[in-house]
């Protein structure tokens, strides 16, 4: 993973950008299969890796796929990613362990849902009981930021369509 | 596109195969990984991958712009219908026990009829997103 984003960052032809993206996305989805969170990984392969790559490939096909020389040399984005990085890696430590049972994550509704949500909800995978009905709301404003998305990108690029075709 | 003719052969073989996958993954999603968002995903990536073998007009052909729009808004409206039903059944918004008169089938009910509005928007969605970006090209060359 490490040796695809240096690739990603060196790399000025956008084509291989994309690509790269596709690879580092499958092997974080390894990465969260051996973390156990099957569902996660399968969202990350399906949309990281399969989807997004597509649309990315189709936008290239718009705009070309040669990186554009930066008008100045771009410290201060770089000076505010690293300085961000690093809050969050000071974070992590702050954290509990990694996998520790007394972990207040642990001891909240999880033990619940482990316990109850296949007789309350007939559901064996307790992912999917979480997801839809425990946390059902969630999900709803999920899907509706996903219209509302969808929605934004339609409006966006039909107008320029149809000015083009007024013109 | 139209000489390849491994990849038309291959891509009429495997299509059937991905939105099989889909469907597994969709109704699957209670007992394995998955659920109604992968499952849209698939389902949309087989349909692009239908859209960039045999051309962008013959896929509009199988699934119009039309039914993707309408895809689009038809699974928040599901998801939310389901939410009004349990209303209307005498429980609260998205309660799912009220829609049968065993709880636990009342709930497979409600996860059932939620995960296909999710997948039918996030499917129109990518589709919809995907037909814009590739048909752009086209339309600019054509004025």
């Not at chain 1, 990603?8 to 989805?29: D, W």
């Not at chain 2, 895809?71 to 209303?87: I, K, P, S």
């Not at chain 2, 059932?112 to 499917?123: L, M, Y």
């Amino acid at each position: 993973m490490v040796a695809a984003v240096a690739a990603i960052v060196v790399q000025r032809n956008l084509f291989a950008v994309v690509v790269l993206g596709g690879v580092y996305s499958f092997l974080m989805a390894s990465v969260l299969i051996a973390l156990d969170a099957v569902d996660v990984a399968m969202t990350e392969a399906s949309v990281g890796a399969g989807i997004s790559t597509a649309l990315l490939l189709g936008a290239l096909y718009l705009c070309g796929a040669e990186e554009a020389q930066p008008i100045r040399r771009p410290w201060l984005p770089l000076l505010v990613s690293l300085v961000t990085g690093g809050v969050l890696v000071y974070g992590t430590l702050g954290l509990p362990a990694f996998s520790d049972p007394q972990a207040p994550i642990h001891r909240h509704v999880v033990p619940r849902y482990v316990n109850d949500a296949e007789r309350e909800t007939g559901v064996p995978n307790v992912v999917t009981a979480v997801l839809a009905s425990y946390r059902g709301y969630d999900t709803l404003g999920e899907t509706t930021v996903v219209f509302t998305a969808g929605i934004g990108v339609i409006a966006l690029l039909r107008r320029r369509r149809r000015k083009g075709e007024g013109q | 596109m139209r000489h390849y003719l491994v990849l038309r052969v291959i891509a009429k073989l495997v299509i059937p195969f991905m939105l099989l996958f889909a469907l597994y993954v969709q109704f699957h999603g209670d007992f394995g990984p998955g659920g109604g968002f992968q499952a849209g995903v698939i389902a949309a990536a087989a349909m692009i991958f239908y859209a960039i073998v045999f051309g962008l007009p013959t896929a509009r052909k199988v699934v119009p712009d039309r039914v993707a729009e309408t895809m689009v808004a038809l699974g928040v409206l599901v998801y939310a219908g389901v939410g009004l039903a349990g209303l209307v059944l005498g429980g609260n918004y998205l309660d799912y026990f009220v829609l049968d008169h065993d709880p636990v089938h009342g709930q497979h009910r409600g996860i059932f009829w939620v995960e296909a509005g999710v997948a039918i928007t996030v499917s129109g969605v990518m589709l919809k997103i995907f037909y814009m970006f590739a048909g752009r090209r086209s339309s600019r060359d054509d004025e």
